[in-house]
């Protein structure tokens, strides 16, 4: 069965400053799609990047950054020049590449504090 | 445009009681998931529906059901409420066929006495 980790509860970053969230999974397929989303206290969901597994090079979205380790199974997120509104909860997640729905399977999330 | 929309936002049962919660899908999807999200933890899949079909589930009793409407939109039931219901139930829509990308809404808040 397909795990995900994020050993990290709560992380802490100053304003302006990088901070990475680290996230490691566990998986016997070899075509999948990784994913970072953001839980702000609104409660809903919000994508934040996305990185196919047949991909070598690492996804960037703006300040957003990614470290996709295919054989060391580790999938970190970076966030560069660290805004206020970044502070929520980040979860990574799994989805088989295969499945038969777009099932996601998620960790147990960072919470991620922006000190000003 | 709008996005996937959910009710109730919050709500109370006891024990026992049955409850329904209602989402419909963002405009043009055609395909409803729904999570579970217990406080401090990761959503957890509870099913999929797509064409009125419930095509996965994920490890969940039978005391949570659902439906999908020719709309698209969606119900999910839960019968003989246990206190560890107690969470917030995401809906999530996506369109087959395409990237598959999951957009969530805000979720309902269910609070179990």
Redesign the interface.
């Given at each position: 069965a397909q795990t995900?980790t994020q050993s990290q509860p709560e992380m802490s970053v100053q304003e302006a400053e990088t901070v990475t969230l680290s996230c490691t999974y566990d998986t016997s397929e070899s075509d999948y799609?990784l994913f970072w989303y953001k839980q702000p206290p609104?409660?809903?969901?919000?994508?934040v990047i996305?990185q196919e597994a047949y991909k070598q090079q690492n996804a960037t979205e703006n300040r957003f950054s990614v470290n996709f380790q295919k054989a060391a199974k580790s999938f970190s997120l970076k966030i560069s020049d660290s805004q206020l509104g970044d502070a929520a909860m980040y979860?990574c997640?799994y989805?088989y590449y295969g499945?038969?729905?777009?099932?996601?399977?998620?960790?147990?999330?960072t919470l991620l504090a922006v000190q000003p | 445009d709008a996005g996937v929309t959910q009710s109730p936002t919050h709500l109370i049962k006891t024990r026992g009681q049955q409850v329904t919660l209602r989402c419909s899908p963002k405009s043009g999807h055609d395909t409803v998931s729904w999570y579970q999200q217990a406080l401090g933890q990761g959503p957890q899949f509870i099913f999929q529906y797509y064409e009125e079909e419930e095509r996965q589930r994920g490890n969940f009793p039978d005391r949570f059901s659902g439906h999908q409407f020719p709309n698209y939109s969606s119900e999910l039931n839960v019968n003989a409420l246990l206190l560890g219901d107690s969470a917030l139930y995401l809906c999530a829509s996506s369109l087959t066929g395409g990237t598959g990308e999951l957009f969530f809404g805000e979720g309902s808040r269910l609070t179990v006495l």
């Open positions: 995900v799609y609104s409660r809903q969901m919000i994508l996305r979860f997640a989805r499945g038969a729905t777009n099932k996601l399977i998620f960790g147990t999330g | -």
